[in-house]
């Protein structure tokens, strides 16, 4: 250990631009077992390891299991990081590691933070691959919990109950499982495969899974709560927000209705012509990760142009500096400080997206500069489609309210954070519903906490089976 004198931070190999933009496959090559030793040996191990107290919301055991890989102990390893996360080898590819782990890592102050998600994700796979199994115990338990949702807050609290030996039936209204995971976050930055892989092992632990069951349409929250001695609440945060004038055109789209068409369409489904965006100018309006998914999505599905709009600086952009740079090699063009004002159609049936130039000015109440529209400076930019990422609200669980569940004026379920309990006792919520559109790593740690309250009250003192 502490090799990182001789041994430099090196972040996974990225395909080249042209070669990856031929399909929608990861862009990163995962460590093989030669250098994951050598990425995990450079580790100083810090009697108080900032990485997992601060960094990463799940508190793994981050420097336990990078000795143990530095040790060639992929077994131990592979234990070790499967025992406080429910899906590391999704995580390790996901998570904005440098604002969580690798920002805490007391190497990234001069000399390279431990590339943690590397490695988190490389030890999941070499395990897997190597024939390694998760201590599932099979359904041991007479109680049963049902789990709205089958994304990272669903999966994570599933994980947990499963492990306790507690049978799980989850409701999901799409076709296939694990929410954003599934139809948000591009191939490019998370293979399908891998989210299947662990649905297959969740099924085999006894996870009853059903598909294409909406709660409050084809089946009501109230039998959900009547039949199972809890219920889990994690139906996220997708319903796109809008609110340009023009914003209902047919050449306008919402984010996630483009990328979730398109990932339809790469599991095979017919997409209709309005989602093809082969020679087509397409304009994104807004600055955050989903836009840079929609943006690097277009250009791999062929588009003439992809253009970003966004009205704040590129210093106030809330997507990811490694995701603008991936957007950028792939040949993105973003366009600073511009707002739209409104999109209207032209004779040709392209559109005009009317836009004002912009200037930062003094922070509001919030911290954050205000945007300065600057006078006469209305043009036009012209687009044959136009992706709205502005955001997202939550749509309402029927049947929530009429449960004695609280939310907040915008929709948010209210918890007890310490325990994802919501005001009805034998209800239970985490993730974007909670939190508003966030992150996987959020959404796990509260499935997580809801797992272990849940267990806690169901079997009491057995809860240190988990
Ligand atoms: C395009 C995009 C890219 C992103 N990229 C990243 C990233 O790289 N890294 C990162 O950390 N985060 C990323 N995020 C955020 C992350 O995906 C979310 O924070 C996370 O998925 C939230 O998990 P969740 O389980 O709360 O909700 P979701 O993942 O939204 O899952 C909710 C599930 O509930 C289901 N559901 C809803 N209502 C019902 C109902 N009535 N009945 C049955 N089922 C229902 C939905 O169909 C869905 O499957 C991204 C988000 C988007 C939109
Ligand atoms: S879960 Fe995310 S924050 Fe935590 S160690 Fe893994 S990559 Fe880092």
Request: charged letters at 25%; glycine letters at 10%; one cysteine or more.
């Amino acid at each position: 250990m502490q090799n990182f004198i001789n041994s430099n931070r090196r972040d996974p190999e990225k395909i080249e631009a042209p070669e990856r933009l031929q399909n929608f496959d990861e862009i990163y090559r995962l460590f093989d077992n030669k250098l994951v030793r050598r990425q995990a040996e450079r580790c100083v191990q810090c009697g108080d390891p900032f990485c997992t107290t601060i960094g990463c919301p799940l508190q793994n055991h981050i420097p336990q299991w990078l000795e143990a890989i530095a040790d060639r102990d992929l077994e131990r390893a592979f234990a070790l990081s499967n025992e406080s996360s429910p899906f590391p080898e999704i995580l390790g590819r996901v998570c904005p590691q440098g604002h969580l782990c690798e920002g805490a890592c007391t190497l990234n102050d001069g000399h390279g933070a431990i590339t943690i998600g590397a490695i988190e994700a490389s030890i999941t796979d070499l395990g897997f691959e190597a024939g390694l199994q998760l201590p599932f115990p099979g359904i041991r338990h007479d109680k049963k919990v049902a789990i709205v949702g089958s994304g990272p807050a669903g999966i994570s609290c599933a994980h947990f109950l499963l492990r306790a030996g507690i049978g799980v039936e989850m409701y999901e209204r799409a076709e296939r499982p694990g929410g954003l995971l599934t139809y948000g976050i591009p191939g490019f930055k998370l293979d399908k495969k891998v989210v299947d892989r662990r649905f297959k092992l969740l099924r085999k632990a006894g996870l009853n899974l059903h598909l294409q069951h909406a709660v409050g349409a084809d089946i009501a929250l109230a039998d959900l709560i009547d039949k199972h001695d809890a219920v889990f609440v994690g139906i996220g945060a997708t319903m796109g927000k809008k609110g340009v004038e023009g914003d209902d055109l047919q050449q306008v789209m919402l984010a996630m209705e483009y990328l979730t068409v398109k990932q339809h369409q790469l599991f095979g489904a017919a997409a209709a012509a309005k989602y093809g965006m082969k020679e087509k100018r397409v304009v994104v309006i807004g600055g955050g990760d989903t836009a840079m998914d929609c943006l690097r999505t277009a250009i791999r599905d062929g588009a003439e142009s992809v253009t970003c709009l966004y009205r704040r600086d590129m210093a106030n952009m809330p997507g990811s500096r490694k995701e603008y740079n991936n957007a950028l090699e792939e040949g993105v063009e973003f366009c600073f400080n511009i707002s739209p004002r409104k999109i209207y159609e032209k004779n040709d049936g392209s559109v005009c997206v009317e836009v004002e130039r912009t200037q930062m000015g003094e922070p509001g109440d919030d911290g954050r500069q205000r945007v300065e529209i600057l006078p006469d400076t209305t043009h036009c930019v012209p687009a044959d489609v136009v992706i709205l990422a502005l955001g997202f609200d939550i749509e309402p669980l029927p049947g929530l309210l009429d449960a004695g569940v609280e939310c907040s004026k915008w929709g948010e379920v209210l918890i007890d954070p310490a325990s994802c309990r919501t005001s009805n006792p034998n209800i239970y919520a985490g993730g974007d519903c909670y939190r508003g559109a966030d992150l996987v790593v959020t959404a796990a740690a509260d499935g997580r906490r809801a797992a272990f309250t849940i267990m806690h009250k169901l079997l009491g003192e057995e809860r240190i089976d988990a």
